[in-house]
């Protein structure tokens, strides 16, 4: 009995000692105020960080002239907290993180964090008009992860799937859908993780702003069942192809061998849609758009498939397409073609291409050019004007 009592004393001592352990993590000291980073104050930004042991600390952040490199220094102060006061940048989504010794470290304070490929990054939303429809609402969606089987390229894949407020409580109301498709190093997670897709969403039809409608944010990978955190082995392509062999395919063969995440997107996540959710199942209820590689996927899928979708929106798009394929869309009867592009996007020439392209073919839409370039920025921008525009 000794023995019980002694061993069941050990373990409480050991779990108590971790769990202060653990709630030392959240306290560095008696008496000392809890570190807050970052803290908008009016018109300046402050940003800590407690670091014990550093010799010289810095931060990086997206609003700066160089985000890829560009550092401002960091100032040692009581208890060993580092901080700088900065100017606040203008109302949008930014990301930073801290460089410690040449280490780049993310913010311990700061709970909002987005996923970009395989990087965490802290953000900052400042405040203001371009920001408004980035915050929660009041009224939240649903965003839910179904998995399809996909016998063209395999393998059971993952999809993000967000269904509006009010979804679960009217089970006889049908809605719409937006196919919104991510760029390169991007994956199912990346519209709602860096593009605040559902917040978006939830905003402007809380507003009364877009209609109602179910998003679906496919993995555009064709090798990958799903975003890389959940562990899952990617499967081996071939990502370069022999003309001579390619010669010797059916047109069928070679279209799928090129376009295999694109078919199946058409001719099984859309049917998949229409059968397990409550969607309107013909092309004025339905719209593509996507971003950089997306932006290319959806002129291919409105190129292979130009009946089944009436709204497409092609976003800072690595395609194009002929003039053929442009009229058959116009006789298709598209109802809004969304070009968008930024002014000093790398791809911003394709887009000035494209524009010229619809134009000479007389296909009515709108060119939307906004400052800066290839990122998040615009494309959170995009979605929200395009989306106000959808299904009226």
Known sequence: MKRILSTLAICLAVAGSLQAQELANFSFGRGMKPIVSPEIQNDSVT??????????????????????GGTIDMFRGENNVWSVKIPLPEPEIYTYNFVVDGVAVNDPQNILVQR?????????????????????AKQHGTVSHPWYHSDVLGMDRRLTVYTPYGYENNPKKKYPVLY????????????????????ILDNLIEKGLAEPMIVVMPNG????????????PEKQMQMRWDREAMAQMSEAERNKLMNGYVISLCTEIVPFIEKNFRAIAKPSSRAIAGLSMGGGHTISASILYPELFDYICPLSAAGSATPEQIATLKKAGVK?????????DFLFQGAEDMHKKLNEQGLDHIYFVSEG???WANWRLYLNTFAQKLFK
């Open 373 to 375: 370039g290839h990122v």
């Open 180 to 199: 919104l498709l991510h760029g390169a190093g991007g994956d199912e997670e990346a519209w709602t993780s860096m593009g605040r897709a559902a917040q």
């Open 221 to 232: 990978n064709a090798n990958q069942a799903a975003a890389r955190t959940l562990g899952i």
């Open 47 to 68: 940003f800590r960080l407690k670091a014990d042991y550093a010799t010289v600390v810095k931060l990086s952040g997206s609003w700066m002239p160089n985000p890829w």
């Open 116 to 136: 970009d490929g395989t990087r965490f990054l802290p953000m900052l939303i400042v405040p203001g008009e371009r920001t408004e429809n980035y915050g929660e």
């Open 336 to 344: 809004l073609y969304f070009l968008a592009c930024g002014n000093t």
